[in-house]
């Protein structure tokens, strides 16, 4: 049952190794200013800041440039960055880099004109903006937020130990994307593997809930077996352009609001692992991965008290991503071993397993538990010592 729904994209995407060219085509449709966000410096060492500039150069724009933003982009680089945007009237925001770099890029064009904090609108209190807001394209250098194609944007105040993330609508999304696998080839493995659990962990936030037959399920399982097959390629050939680039397709579609029509979601796992961020500035996709087996164990639990209610999109999960033979097997059998295959893949492509290597102590449980969001899913609402309890078992 797919209810009700209004489907539209406005990102416009340029794929493939040869993509950059189409920047210059875009930066016609956008005034003489252009601010060009961009990180701690990767882009300078893989030569990606020096093609974007000579293209900006070229087209005769004036180019602010905002460096230094931070992996977790803080709420004070979204004050200073909002105060230049609007100094310098400028016309487009240009985010060169990772999901980091793309997100604080959509808080910037938003906060520019805003007449309140806006870390108190957009992020604590979810208000949508009623100022002007500047256009944000971008040329994506990391793969796994899905931020090139939607309109979140997470932000982090270490001061209130939170971080919070904001999906702004269209006005928000990017202009135009652009995609160029090879421009991912420099990440370093530990990041590379963060943003394969970061895509996985989109899907799976998504397909792990409501219980009907549903389209976007199959296209999930889709994305999911893609995903899995090229991880486990990239892992050992990282410049393999073809799983790279099927890679990076499938992290955009895991999270450009496609999955999400019909489907109500459950981003328990996000909430958890964005709690971890605040508390340790870990990466995003570790704080997944770290929290994703005891957080679906605990949900299967839940559901094996509950008179099996729920297993159904678990079994599936199990036969359909991770082939499991069913024979002879009870459906919590088949369920657990679709979690545990998952366990495997993780173990296999190297990421964090335990959210002691971030950092996590026993002592910081009931702190992390504080920070983190809860809401009523369609498994269950975590009360705040069910999310001890998943942490704790996370260590
Ligand atoms: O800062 P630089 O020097 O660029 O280095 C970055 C950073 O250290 C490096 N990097 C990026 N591209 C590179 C590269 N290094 C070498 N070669 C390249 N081509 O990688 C590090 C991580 O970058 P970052 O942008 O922080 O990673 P990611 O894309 O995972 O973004 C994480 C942020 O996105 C948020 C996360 O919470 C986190 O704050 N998310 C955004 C979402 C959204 N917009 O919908 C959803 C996600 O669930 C997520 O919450
Ligand atoms: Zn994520």
């Not at 994209?9 to 961009?38: A, C, H």
């Not at 959509?106 to 108190?120: F, I, M, N, R």
């Not at 970061?198 to 399920?217: A, L, W």
Request: glycine letters at 8%; aromatic letters at 10%.
């Amino acid at each position: 049952m797919l209810g009700n729904f209004k489907y539209s994209n406005p990102t416009k995407l340029y794929f493939g190794n040869d993509s950059l060219k189409f920047l210059s085509e875009e930066l016609k449709n956008y005034g003489p200013v252009v601010m060009m966000t961009y990180g701690g410096g990767s882009i300078k060492k893989n030569g990606i800041y020096d093609a974007v500039i000579n293209i900006l150069n070229q087209a005769g724009k004036t180019v602010i440039e905002d460096a230094g933003v931070m992996p977790n982009p803080t709420v004070e680089k979204l004050y200073e960055g909002a105060a230049l945007a609007k100094k310098h009237n400028v016309d487009l925001i240009l985010a060169v880099g990772g999901g980091s770099t793309i997100d604080y890029s959509k808080g910037v064009a938003a906060s520019a004109y805003c007449e309140q904090d806006p870390w108190a609108k957009y992020y604590v209190q979810q208000q949508d903006p009623d100022c002007k807001i500047i256009p944000v394209g971008s040329v994506l250098t990391m793969v796994g937020t899905g931020s090139e194609m939607n309109g979140g944007s997470v932000i982090t105040n270490h001061k209130e130990n939170l971080k919070i993330g904001k999906v702004f609508d269209d006005r928000l999304m990017p202009k135009f994307s652009i995609l160029n696998p090879e421009f991912t080839f420099s990440l370093p493995q530990y990041q590379m593997i963060a943003g394969f659990f970061d895509t996985m962990s989109h899907i799976m936030e998504q397909y792990f809930s409501n219980f009907d037959d549903n389209t976007t399920d199959y296209i999930a399982e889709g994305l999911m077996r893609s995903l899995v097959h090229s991880s486990l390629i990239a892992v050992k050939d990282p410049h393999n352009y073809e799983a790279r680039s099927n890679i990076m397709w499938t992290a955009t579609w895991a999270l450009n609001t496609l999955l999400k029509k019909g489907k109500n979601g459950d981003w328990m796992v996000h909430m958890i692992g964005q709690a971890i961020g605040a508390h340790t500035d870990a990466t995003h996709g570790m704080t997944l991965s770290a929290v994703s087996v005891p957080y679906y164990k605990y949900i299967l639990e839940g559901i094996c008290a509950n008179q099996n209610k729920g297993i159904e999109k678990f079994k599936r999960f199990a036969v359909n991503v991770w082939n499991i033979p069913t024979e002879n097997k009870t459906d919590v059998q088949i369920a657990t071993q679709g979690i545990d295959a998952l366990a495997q893949w993780m173990k296999e492509i190297g990421v964090v397993m335990h959210s002691s290597e971030l950092g996590l102590k026993e002592d910081m449980l009931q702190a992390v538990a504080n920070s983190t969001i809860t809401y009523p899913t369609d498994y269950r609402t975590l009360s705040h010592d069910d999310v001890v309890e998943i942490l704790r078992r996370s260590l």
